[in-house]
Nanobody, 115 residues
Framework: QVQLVESGGGLVQAGGSLRLSCSAARSIFRISAMGWYRQPPGKQRELVATITTGGSLNYAESVKGRFTISRDNARNTVYLQMNSLKPDDTAVYYC?????????WGQGTQVTVSS
């Protein structure tokens, strides 16, 4: 059963911007943190950014100053604003939600940055 739905991926030129959104189903009990991960072609999945219910933030060094994560707790939605995009940002981006029992993943959305 699909419990996380991502949107906002696409193709953009280097230097451009995209905004990703992810909505979690209310059936996921007491979400404590949400975040974004990505998997470039031929590489392992890696952390991009996370945010807790209390607002604590964590970013990968490669995206600091360019990406911003935010969360609407009332709507169970997390966003990723991506600015100054680089070809190295090309990847499938996955949304993640966590609670005390498990981690839940979205299906992924493709982001392609051309040079």
């Amino acid at each position: 059963q699909v419990q996380l739905v991502e949107s906002g991926g696409g193709l953009v030129q280097a230097g451009g911007s995209l905004r990703l959104s992810c909505s979690a189903a209310r059936s996921i009990f007491r979400i404590s943190a949400m975040g974004w991960y990505r998997q470039p072609p031929g590489k392992q999945r890696e952390l991009v950014a996370t945010i807790t219910t209390g607002g604590s933030l964590n970013y990968a060094e490669s995206v600091k100053g360019r990406f911003t994560i935010s969360r609407d707790n009332a709507r169970n939605t997390v966003y990723l604003q991506m600015n100054s995009l680089k070809p190295d940002d090309t990847a499938v981006y996955y949304c993640k939600a966590s609670n005390s029992f498990s981690a839940y993943w979205g299906q992924g959305t493709q982001v392609t940055v051309s040079s």
